[in-house]
């Protein structure tokens, strides 16, 4: 027959392991945590990255289209300049000027609704 000291120790025992079996699944759960956590960190950096790259060939296309637009223009004033067509400037020049910047920038980026 197990003496009351016995069945003390028995039950300090049982509680022991209780308490280390938690220590041992919450390290793991903590570990678990961890990898999920860098996890998480490591996709967040690859869309960070597949973005970045996604960005810089859309700004790419936008420099391309501002260049082809521009050499256009400038063609065209050169062609006019030759043919004796240049106007004098008007006075409302300056919002024309504000107007087609802000239309051929629209045009450019897709705000217009092209793009």
């Given at each position: 027959?197990a003496?009351?000291?016995?069945?003390g120790?028995?039950?300090t025992?049982?509680?022991?392991?209780?308490?280390?079996?938690?220590?041992?699944?919450?390290?793991?759960?903590?570990?678990?945590?961890?990898?999920?956590?860098?996890?998480?960190?490591?996709?967040?950096?690859?869309?960070?990255r597949?973005?970045?790259a996604?960005?810089?060939?859309?700004?790419?296309?936008?420099?391309?289209?501002?260049?082809l637009?521009?050499?256009?223009?400038?063609?065209?004033?050169?062609?006019?300049?030759?043919?004796g067509?240049?106007?004098?400037?008007?006075?409302?020049?300056?919002?024309?000027?504000?107007a087609?910047?802000?239309?051929?920038?629209?045009?450019l980026?897709?705000?217009?609704?092209?793009?």
């Amino acid at each position: 027959m197990a003496t009351t000291e016995q069945l003390g120790t028995d039950d300090t025992e049982e509680a022991i392991n209780r308490v280390l079996g938690a220590e041992r699944d919450a390290r793991a759960a903590i570990e678990r945590c961890v990898q999920q956590a860098a996890a998480t960190v490591d996709a967040a950096r690859q869309r960070a990255r597949h973005l970045a790259a996604h960005t810089d060939v859309r700004i790419g296309k936008v420099h391309a289209r501002c260049s082809l637009a521009l050499g256009r223009q400038i063609e065209a004033l050169l062609r006019q300049e030759q043919a004796g067509d240049v106007a004098p400037p008007a006075a409302h020049d300056d919002e024309v000027l504000v107007a087609a910047v802000e239309h051929l920038a629209a045009a450019l980026t897709g705000d217009d609704g092209t793009a």
